[in-house]
């Protein structure tokens, strides 16, 4: 008996840690495929407005589906006194971001955990954005280049309808 106990609760333990969030937010653990496939409005857009509760942007291109030509974005956001993490990941051409780790992101998890992503944002740059999987690592990802590897990534998924 208390070997089927014993079992039983590290059965349970084993599991805990395949699924990291017991309620995954939308795009959560998906594939950069994945991720483009199953987001029906991807965009590139500016932003107009930081605040600790909300970021605006405006629409620059749409990719995929359509979207208004502004539009907020009311996640976790961490307060202005963490600094602005801007890191493209050279034009998103370094290994680490192309890595199927849940764990490589330009911003740190929120106190929410792993599962509640705090973008940092900053005003007058511009996104890619997936409106709907607003809980992928990738899914607020700065470019700063035309030649952005993850820009051209997606674009060309969507063209061959990924």
């Known amino acids: 008996m208390k070997v089927s106990l014993y079992t039983l609760i590290?059965?349970?333990?084993?599991?805990?840690?395949?699924?990291?969030?017991p309620a995954p937010p939308p795009g959560y653990g998906l594939s950069h495929s994945q991720l483009i496939e199953k987001?029906?409005?991807?965009?590139?857009a500016?932003?107009?407005k930081v605040t600790d509760k909300v970021v605006v942007f405006e629409l620059v291109e749409n990719i995929k589906g359509e979207s208004e030509k502004e539009f907020f974005w009311r996640r976790s956001r961490i307060p202005k006194s963490v600094k602005h993490i801007s890191t493209d990941f050279n034009r998103?051409?370094?290994?680490?971001?192309w890595s199927n780790s849940l764990l490589v992101r330009r911003s740190p998890p929120s106190k929410g955990g792993i599962c509640n992503i705090a973008f940092t944002y900053e005003l007058g740059e511009v996104y890619l954005v997936f409106r709907?999987?607003?809980g992928h690592a990738h899914s607020n990802e700065i470019i700063k280049s035309e030649d952005d590897?993850?820009?051209?990534?997606?674009k060309e998924s969507v063209a061959s309808g990924l």
């Open 10 to 21: 590290f059965s349970i333990f084993l599991s805990l840690e395949v699924c990291a969030c």
């Open 39 to 44: 987001t029906t409005t991807i965009v590139l």
């Open 46 to 48: 500016k932003t107009i």
């Open 92 to 97: 998103h051409i370094e290994p680490t971001f």
């Open 132 to 134: 709907e999987s607003w």
């Open 149 to 154: 590897k993850w820009l051209a990534y997606v």
